[in-house]
């Protein structure tokens, strides 16, 4: 009994067509889902139940290092600036910092307060 050889590939190629088409579909709402179009921003009452160091971990841990040593950032650990001027720093940013990592002015003072004593 003779079998057509190309009836082979045809099954590989239609099996193949068929699995792209349902991955193709299924990257469509994955996508979005990656992207992170679907998550919700911390709120404002979030942050003001984080502890300033929790809050450093968060959003300030990349740019200063993980023992406050710095990096990108400057050296926060043994820095001899007033808690006004950190605040303001935080506040406002500058000097390849952004502004608002704080938002909440409450925690903004205590951040402040806890980078000033950071040995």
């Known amino acids: 009994m003779k079998r057509n050889p190309l009836i082979p590939f045809a099954l590989i190629a239609l099996f193949g067509i068929g699995l792209m088409l349902f991955f193709s579909v299924k990257g ?24 300033p160091e929790e809050i450093y ?18 050296k926060l650990a043994g820095n001899d600036l007033d808690v006004n001027a950190i605040k303001e720093r935080i506040k406002n940013g500058g000097g390849g910092m952004p502004a608002n990592l704080v938002p909440d002015e409450k925690k903004l003072d205590e951040m402040a307060k806890w980078v000033s004593e950071l040995k």
Not at 58 to 70: A, D, R, V
Request: net charge negative; proline share 5%.
């Open 28 to 51: 469509i709402g994955d996508g979005k889902e990656m992207a992170g179009g679907e998550k919700e921003k911390p709120k404002q009452e979030d942050i003001a139940k984080l502890s």
């Open 57 to 74: 971990k968060g959003k300030c841990i990349s740019c200063h290092g993980e023992n406050y040593e710095g990096g990108v950032g400057p």
